[in-house]
């Protein structure tokens, strides 16, 4: 499955949950907020578990068609 992945760095709060689910795909930068690495990292339920488990849901995925998958309205 196609998916981009935004994050909302300004309000991570770095808790590095995203990069221990998915680590192909996010890592930690060295103000201690997530980055996307690689788009294409880590499997898409990975990424997608790894999106789920951010506390405060600032991790965007959406489809091809720009459609919202994660998190939904
Ligand atoms: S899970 Fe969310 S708050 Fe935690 S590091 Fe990743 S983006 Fe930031």
Redesign the pocket.
Known sequence: MYMKIE?D?E?????????ALAPET?A?NDDG??EVKNQEGSSDEDTLE?AK???????HLTNEEDKKIYPED
Request: glycine fraction near 8%; aromatic fraction near 4%.
């Open positions: 994050i760095q309000n991570c709060i770095g808790c590095g949950s995203c990069s996010f930690m907020k997530a790894a488990s951010c506390p405060v849901s600032v991790i």
